[in-house]
């Protein structure tokens, strides 16, 4: 007789939330946690004299979250973040509307990264990278898009401002990210969980 063996952890298919017990609870749980972490990580913003967008850490809660959480669960959690948002919850950044974009490519991002991490591109530090930086365009193209509307002025300048000024901080982030999702599955693999 042999003995049934567990799913493997670290195989692609799964994501670290995965792994949580409690199905419903856990997935209700994690949903509106992750609205709120996008919520409190806009609290922390740095506006830059020459741009009308400030530095937060909302892309990288949504990138790493989104990895973490998979698909559904993250893209039900930045759409919760969006609509409890346009419903008067006072958690996004103060910028007039510049920075609306930027938030509808968070549900964008949150459904591709969290997809691309269930096919098991979140396990190494070169696919982890390019996963992050998909992420990066899907946020930096609707954000871009969303400030060249909001001002009135062509996608030239609105990349010029909205993108450009985060190229460093966001390669900072992704390298970070890079190091945090293989290291996570491989002690999630060594454990055996």
């Known amino acids: 007789m042999s003995a049934i063996s567990a799913p493997n952890p670290i195989a692609p298919g799964r994501v670290l939330a995965d792994l949580v017990p409690g199905e419903r609870v856990r997935d209700i749980a994690l949903i509106g946690t992750f609205a709120a972490v996008i919520g409190l990580s806009a609290q922390v913003a740095v506006f830059l004299p020459f741009s009308p967008v400030p530095v937060t850490g909302q892309t990288f809660a949504v990138l790493l979250g989104a990895a973490a959480l998979g698909a559904g ?85 609105a990349t010029l401002l909205g993108a450009v000024p985060f190229l460093i901080g966001d390669a900072v982030k992704l390298a970070l990210a890079a190091a945090l999702l293989p290291a996570t599955w491989k002690l999630v693999g060594s454990h055996g969980a």
């Open 73 to 157: 669960r993250a893209t039900l959690g930045a759409s919760l973040y969006l609509v409890l948002g346009v419903a008067g919850v006072p958690w996004f950044t103060a910028t007039g509307g510049a920075s609306f974009g930027y938030i509808i490519g968070f549900v964008a991002a949150a459904w591709i990264v969290g997809r691309l991490a269930r096919l098991g591109n979140d396990r190494t530090v070169a696919r982890t990278v390019a996963l992050m930086a998909v992420g990066n365009l899907v946020i930096y193209a609707a954000g871009v898009t969303g400030l060249a509307l909001v001002l009135g002025v062509g996608i030239v300048e």
